[in-house]
């Protein structure tokens, strides 16, 4: 990670016109928008944005954008992301995870390694999924959440998502086999409640389920081994600069100075070798904009160097 550093009373920051992405291990507990309150902090500007929320309960991978990175964030919302997350079977909850009211019970010990197996492969591939009612997706012009804990009963459309992993690896019985905690390993789209994965694992099996544990592992290509954790990051702040980024999240363009120059302007060149966004890299290595294929030029969507 990267970043021009100032002292703030013993703890480095970087400039406020420094712009990058951090990947924090957001500890449990804490909200998406306490993390990007502290980055605001740390970075020492306003201009600041998370890619894909976590639940105050869920820790790991959250990355953030500060400054011309911000741009990058919707990208990365949509990219792939990997879970490991603990199902309790045997007991549901309003939230469909331990942080909701428990309102129902069902004795699990007829459940067994065998069909957790069958059901999780009913979950996995592309499927159509109802989001938990306590959720941001809003109805009506209000939040989910918010008309749940008014006590209105919310129902949510099925959406397409798709679960590319939903690897079990152990099945443990609690309470004299009563409940049964699964641990397992989720890879998804973007869109996809680990949730209501758990919900409907439950109901699948006539027992009903919640999640009790999440941690994100992985958002596109950023994984716990980049990610800090907020006293990490307040000792030492840290970012992996735009031109780094762009260039790891996209296919590569290399440009001549001639396509760079007129890419800074906003105008249009030769067209990609794919359809997909392409990072478009000046010789000197700096990411000058994102482009598309548009018709039979090449146009920028976002411009970063700008002339």
Sequence with gaps: MTGKRESTGGNARVTNTASGLVVVDKPKGWTSHDVVGRMRRLA???????????DPMATGVLVVGVNKATRLLTYIVGVDKTYE?????GQSTITDDAEGELVQQRIAAAVTPESVADAVAKLTGDIMQVPSAVSAI?????????????GENVELEARPVTVGRFDVHDVRRLQGGKIIDVDVTVE?????????????????????GHLTALRRTLVGPYGLDVARTIEELSEEF?????????????????LTEHEAAELSFG???EPNETDAIVAAVAPDGT?????????????????????
């Design 44 to 54: 020492g500007t306003r201009k600041v944005g998370h890619a894909g929320t976590l």
């Design 85 to 89: 997350a603990t199902i309790r079977l």
């Design 138 to 150: 809003k109805v009506g012009g209000e939040r989910s959440y918010a008309r749940v804990r008014k």
């Design 188 to 208: 998804c789209s973007s869109g996809t409640y680990i949730r209501a994965l758990a919900r409907d694992l439950g109901e699948d099996l006539g027992v009903g």
């Design 238 to 254: 840290g970012m992996v600069d735009l031109d780094t980024a762009a260039r790891a999240l996209f296919p590569n363009r290399r």
């Design 267 to 269: 105008r249009r060149i």
């Design 287 to 307: 990411v000058v904009a994102l482009l598309k294929n548009k018709g039979e030029a090449a146009r920028p969507e976002i411009v970063f160097a700008a002339s």
